[in-house]
């Protein structure tokens, strides 16, 4: 089946065989013995620790913060607040789905007089160890108003009170879908089903919380900060424009990360204040974010509810698909807001032959915490509306739910097929390639589909065996570009600096093996792969949508093709014959026909670091069809899940082991999410499960058998 | 106040507030950053590590109390040399991603495997479902867990 674009080198021989190869990750060596170097294992002398003062009201006016008490207190250095910043609050700025009319609801870096949410940074407590700055951050008094809270959609949508007075609405934005003529589909359709569904509040959680370490070097005006992940060279972007600085003041480093899944990494409040806090003390800053904290402070995700209506004919050919849904934004629209809407309405007809679509998502601002991207932004949501749907729909028709799908299912013959255009952006995306029925033949049979179809709804032993089955299509490879460089080093041996993020995910391992690969390199001939952090590169755009190994990997094998031409050239004029003529061997010399040959070290000078882009703005579409069998338990509920197969056609793989791992992982994520996780918010904005012991993430009990192929 | 204990085969004198946690004794007192807080409130299971034998939450667990105890963190398990038995099955089953719930995995397990090298899948999950991973979905360290039982039999 056809892959996503790696790019092809000219010369590329595969005399290596990384690629496809289930190799042993470069990062466990380090993680398995705790070698690993998280944001807060960083040492430095004189370190400031911080702590944060934050709302503990939904929604109110700050009529006073008092710091006095707070710096009484023996070790405790300082209370910054937002009279410390300056007249003018710096914003943060979205970065993905960018218009004027949505930058009215922005973040801005510190509540100054009003806040809108429950955990909304309001001082910043510097100190000289954590505990003091905890201590510190207690004995803050905060005097804060309290207003009308907005709990829901429903009364974000009265608008009898309204996040930002300025703006006159507490909706931003409607996102719309468009393809065909839905209105007209729907007229006189044979059959028509409407429904409503919704996926509550939940997010990633990762096991590391956020953390930072900032320093300021007030006699070279240079600040570094530690602790990014995911986009550093954005981060680098906007804090610049904040702290009024050249983005070459400023370093961003990353370092082990303890897991993104998307909401870790995007600019968040606290990405201004600790380097603000060390620039204005002249001392490194460090800030940890605990667990509770993380619950209020990071992105959460999903809570959204949709109103699906479908068109069919008798025989289940879909006419068309309408409906709208609403997205509970939060208090405020961060970085990548959007996108979760923009995907709920551009995939909601998955990878099915829908030929009138018009759906509307609009987004709903309520005083809670922010949401951002994560995981499967949106599509998880549209996936479930849309297949719930579909099965409800053969079930009046009287159809196979899975005859259902096929008849509907796009064929390769279609590609590429265009999805709706998302309004207001004009948007446009295709499905590229691939069999979709392949996926689902092959997944119903690896579950057993039609053997096990006598258990659908029987009650056996106490339990109701059920089997759902689902497809969808994901994209990834988001652009505009990426950046990487390849520097011959002095030993000879190849380092490899790549734009890419690592969140845990096994870049090292995998840019390793294409760049092996593609230098047709052995892997131990390469000193290391370096990634993320602003100094290796003129500009990154970093890990998120599935975007490392297609642009990563893609500018990688562009590299490779030109680092060897130089080495070839290089070789060529120390021994004296034509550069063509030149073989590399075993990644370690470079040789001529007649057997003269030259250490790669030796031409370490006289070989330029190979430093270019793969650009593509086209995103690559995997598919794939999942099924499960589960049991619920009629009297408490239990859903055990007994099976779950999913099938997916990724493209090209790199490393089988990791591949497996991505997807098992991911499948035991969405578990979590449709049958244990909630963030659970009262009337008054208050969060409910704000602990890990409120809030129910998988354990190693409960989803015991994923199988993926 | 001073606090006398043994890490890692090493005796140690720490100096520490009465409020500072294990956790955080190991972490900054001594540097022993393989040792992760996840949570910090005995849920999560990252700063788990042995303390006489038994897998106890440094969270959870004032330094203070580690007095004339033997503690054995993640890096008194290995050597600069080698991964330890348990460790490489660890890395053979990739049975971890981003590292962060990694050694109390590893620490967790070490001390199940060293009371009962017979654990079987089902003992293994019950035991290790104290320990959260995000990255996983654990069915690969139930595997590696299995794997790794015969380094524990006999003799050790």
């Keep these: ?709 | 106040m001073k606090i006398h204990t043994e890490v890692n085969g090493d005796a140690v004198e720490i100096e520490a507030e009465p409020r500072t946690t294990l956790a955080d004794a190991l972490r900054h007192a001594l540097g022993l950053t393989g040792t992760h807080l996840g949570c910090e409130h005995g849920v999560c299971g990252a700063c788990t590590v042995i303390v006489d034998g038994r897998a106890v939450r440094s969270c959870l667990m004032l330094a203070v109390q580690a007095e004339g105890a033997r503690v054995v963190t993640v890096e008194g398990l290995s050597d600069d040399e080698a991964l330890s038995p348990l460790q490489a099955s660890f890395r053979k089953h990739h049975a971890l991603q981003c590292g962060f719930c990694t050694p109390g995995m590893i620490t967790t397990a070490h001390a199940l495997l060293s009371d009962e090298p017979d654990a079987d899948a089902d003992r293994i999950r019950d035991v290790l479902s104290g320990n959260l991973c995000r990255c996983t979905g654990y069915i690969n360290i139930v595997e590696a867990v299995l794997d790794a039982r015969a380094a524990y039999r006999g003799g050790d």
Excluded at chain 1, 22 to 48: A, H, M, N, Q
Excluded at chain 1, 358 to 382: C, D, S, W
Aim: one cysteine or more.
């Design chain 1, 1 to 709: 089946m056809p892959g996503p674009p790696i790019a092809v080198a000219t010369d590329m021989r595969i005399t290596n065989t990384y690629i496809g190869s289930p190799i042993e990750r470069i990062e466990d060596l380090r993680f398995l013995r705790g070698k690993g170097e998280y944001v807060d294992d960083l040492k430095r002398d004189g370190l400031l620790h911080a702590s944060f003062v934050r709302s503990s009201v939904a929604h109110g006016i700050i009529r006073a913060i008092d710091g006095a008490a707070a710096l009484d207190l023996p070790g405790v250095h300082s209370v910054i607040t937002a009279a410390d910043i300056g007249d003018v609050i710096p914003m943060i700025p979205l970065r993905q789905e960018p218009l004027p009319a949505l930058r009215r609801f922005e973040q801005p870096v510190i509540a100054s007089d009003r806040v809108r949410y429950v955990g909304e940074a309001v001082a910043v407590v510097l100190a000289d160890s954590p505990a003091l700055a905890e201590d510190g951050a207690d004995l803050v008094r905060l005097d804060i108003d309290p207003l009308p809270v907005i709990a829901d959609r429903a009364s974000s949508a009265r608008e009898e009170t309204l996040l930002f007075d300025e703006n006159g609405t507490n909706s931003p934005i409607t996102l719309t879908a468009v393809l065909g003529d839905a209105d007209a589909a729907f007229r006189d359709a044979p059959y028509v089903r409407r429904e409503s569904f919704s996926v509550q509040r939940y997010t990633a959680v990762t096991m590391e919380a956020r953390g930072l370490l900032a320093e300021w070097d007030a006699d070279s005006g240079r600040m570094t900060v530690s602790g990014a992940v995911k986009v550093p060279f954005a981060i680098r972007r906007v804090l610049a424009a904040q702290m009024g600085l050249d983005e070459a003041q400023i370093d961003i480093l990353e370092n082990d990360a303890g897991g993104g899944f998307g909401v870790r990494g995007e600019f968040y409040p606290e990405d201004f204040l600790i380097p603000f806090a060390a620039r204005l003390t002249g001392r490194s800053v460090k800030w940890i974010e605990d667990r509770r904290e993380h619950m209020t402070a990071s992105n959460h995700a999903r809570d959204a509810e949709c109103e699906l209506e479908i068109a069919c004919e008798r025989d289940g050919t879909i006419r068309g698909l309408r409906g709208r849904a609403v997205v509970d934004l939060g208090a405020y629209m961060r970085t990548n807001a959007v996108t979760p809407a923009r995907n709920i309405v551009q995939v909601a007809s998955g990878p099915y032959r829908i030929p009138n679509v018009h759906i509307e998502a609009a987004l709903q601002m309520t005083n809670k915490t922010p949401v951002g991207t994560y995981r499967g932004p949106g599509r998880f949501e549209t996936d479930f509306f849309r297949e719930r749907l579909f099965d409800m729909a053969a079930g009046d028709l009287g159809i196979d739910r899975v005859a259902f799908r096929r008849r509907n299912l796009l064929t390769s013959d279609e590609m590429p097929y265009s999805l709706p255009t998302v309004l207001p952006y004009d948007m446009n995306t295709e499905c590229d390639s691939g069999e979709y029925s392949i996926t689902l033949d092959r997944c119903l049979e690896m579950i057993g589909w039609d053997a096990k179809a006598d258990l659908q709804g029987q009650l056996i032993d106490g339990r109701y065996h059920g089997f759902g089955v689902g497809c969808y299509i994901e994209g990834g490879a988001s652009g505009p570009r990426e950046h990487v460089r390849l520097a011959l080093e002095d030993d000879g041996r190849v380092a490899v600096y790549v734009g890419s993020s690592a969140v845990g995910q096994g870049l090292e391992t995998v840019h390793g093996q294409i760049a092996a690969d593609a230098l047709e390199f052995p892997m131990d001939r390469l000193t290391g792969v370096f990634h993320g952090s602003t100094t290796y590169l003129k500009e990154g755009f970093g890990t998120y949508s599935s975007r490392s190994v297609v642009m990563g990997g893609s500018a990688l094998v562009l590299a490779a093709d030109d680092l060897r031409a130089s080495i070839r050239a290089a070789a060529a004029q120390r021994l004296g014959c034509a550069a063509d003529e030149v073989d590399i061997i075993d990644g370690e010399r470079a040789e001529t026909p007649a057997g003269a040959s030259v250490p790669l070290g030796e031409l370490a000078d006289a070989v330029p670091d190979a430093e270019t882009s793969f650009s593509s703005n086209k995103r690559t579409y995997s598919y794939g069809a999942h099924a499960a069998h589960v049991a619920v338990d009629p009297k408490t509920g239990h859903v055990a899940v007994l099976d779950y197969v999913a099938v997916e056609d990724v493209g090209r793989i790199i490393n089988p082991k990791t591949l497996h791992g991505q997807a098992i992982g991911a499948i035991v994520q969405g578990l979590g999410g449709t049958l244990l996780e909630h963030l659970v918010y009262d009337e008054g904005g208050q969060l409910l499960s704000g602990t890990l012991a409120d809030y129910l993430m998988p354990t190693m009990s409960d989803f015991p058998t994923i199988r993926v192929e």
